[in-house]
């Protein structure tokens, strides 16, 4: 396992790292419902949202698996969105048509976005190449494919790899396969591989000990509904946060688990909240709360006084503004005796008793 940070990593004009904004990827995956202008409708809709790039998957069912209706090849998982379906008919109908590929690239780079795929075998890795991706992503259910890796990696370009179900031993196999075979830069995504995902399941404690442990900058592919998960993963110094996206929930096979534009666009905003908040550690006031400091609690003549008169538990208060003595104090004072004659509303100072 490598103890040493990999140098950093840029994709496109984006630096990726905890000392940069988090990378936005929004996942189209089967959601363009089998209509080109349906996935160019989500690129446009992407692209308002504010995310960085938009991904693809780039497969067809004869890729994935075999047409059959076996048991082994049937969905068999109750909590699964797909339970029940053959795995040839949900990747039949979930697929991007390989010619949709060049015309979803060049309207996402028409409109600023970053666009890449995750290949599912070496052919798509030669198509992919063909169009001359910046990056790739290995899924979590293809990150045991070593040859995949090797092939993605020897390309020289940055890999993304999703770690869902992977074992520590698994995770450094692909990381240092990818490495040895010429990967540009290596991001690791912490994945629970469940559609929809719990938050229970998704323990992004994890994170900052993946990157420590691999040298790797980290990030997540959030399966979960919602942003909540998402905004404790920046807080914890997640670099990339994948998303799958929608025009409506109401249809596509990842429909359920995805962001509509409206909520994509409230998700870039507050991930950038979330990471503007970690800052640095600091104590004391920020240079915008000086101007408060007055307005802290301080020991106050709080009834009017004449000269001699003993200050006690009545004539004098810790209140707002933070003018007076600290009111560390106020033991101190009590029993002390005025100079002069002093009106209510007067900070204690020493030099008045």
């Known amino acids: 396992m490598n103890e040493k940070m990999q140098?950093?990593?840029?994709?496109?004009?984006?630096?990726?790292?905890?000392?940069?904004?988090?990378?936005?990827?929004?996942?189209?995956?089967?959601?363009?419902?089998?209509?080109?202008?349906?996935?160019?409708?989500?690129?446009?809709?992407?692209?308002a949202s504010g995310v960085h790039a938009l991904k693809l998957q780039t497969y067809t069912a004869d890729t994935m698996t075999l047409n059959l209706k076996d048991k082994e090849f049937i969905i068999n998982?109750?909590?699964?969105?797909?339970?029940?379906?053959?795995?040839?008919?949900?990747?039949?109908?979930?697929?991007?048509p390989w010619e949709w590929h060049e015309p979803i690239f060049n309207r996402a780079k028409e409109l600023g976005l970053i666009a890449f795929s995750t290949p599912f075998d070496e052919t798509a890795v030669d198509f992919l190449e063909n169009l001359n991706v910046p990056c790739y992503k290995i899924s979590s259910f293809e990150n045991n494919d070593i040859r995949l890796i090797r092939k993605v990696a020897s390309t020289r370009k940055t890999i993304i790899i999703s770690t869902g179900m992977a074992t520590i031993g698994e995770i450094d196999e692909m990381v240092q396969t990818a490495r040895e075979a010429g990967a540009k830069g290596i991001i690791l995504l912490k994945c629970t591989s469940t559609y929809p995902a719990s938050p229970e399941d998704t323990n992004i404690i994890t994170i900052p000990h993946m990157r420590e442990l691999f040298g790797c900058e980290v990030g997540l592919s959030d399966h979960t509904i919602g942003m909540g998960v998402s905004i404790g993963a920046i807080a914890l110094g997640a670099a990339v946060i994948e998303k799958h996206f929608t025009l409506c929930r109401d249809g596509?096979?990842?429909?359920?688990?995805?962001?509509?534009?409206?909520?994509?666009?409230?998700?870039?905003?507050?991930?950038?909240?979330?990471?503007?908040?970690?800052?640095?550690?600091?104590?004391?006031?920020?240079?915008?709360?000086?101007n408060s400091l007055p307005y802290k609690r301080s020991l106050y003549i709080v009834e009017d006084?004449?000269?001699?008169?003993?200050?006690?538990?009545?004539?004098?208060?810790?209140?707002?503004?933070?003018?007076?003595?600290?009111?560390?104090?106020?033991?101190?004072?009590?029993?002390?005796?005025?100079?002069?004659?002093?009106?209510?509303?007067?900070?204690?100072?020493?030099?008045?008793?």
């Not at 004098?316 to 004072?333: C, D, H, M, Q």
């Open 305 to 353: 006084m004449k000269y001699g008169e003993e200050v006690n538990r009545k004539n004098i208060r810790a209140i707002r503004p933070g003018y007076g003595l600290n009111t560390k104090y106020f033991e101190s004072v009590l029993g002390k005796r005025v100079k002069k004659d002093i009106k209510a509303g007067t900070p204690l100072s020493w030099d008045i008793i």
């Open 7 to 47: 140098k950093k990593i840029t994709i496109g004009n984006h630096q990726i790292g905890k000392c940069h904004l988090p990378f936005i990827i929004a996942e189209m995956s089967g959601n363009h419902n089998r209509s080109l202008d349906t996935a160019l409708k989500i690129v446009e809709a992407a692209a």
């Open 252 to 290: 596509g096979v990842d429909a359920k688990f995805s962001m509509d534009p409206i909520e994509m666009k409230l998700f870039t905003q507050e991930i950038k909240r979330a990471w503007q908040a970690i800052g640095n550690i600091v104590y004391g006031p920020t240079k915008n709360e000086i």
């Open 77 to 96: 998982d109750p909590l699964s969105l797909w339970h029940g379906r053959t795995l040839y008919d949900l990747y039949q109908e979930a697929h991007t």
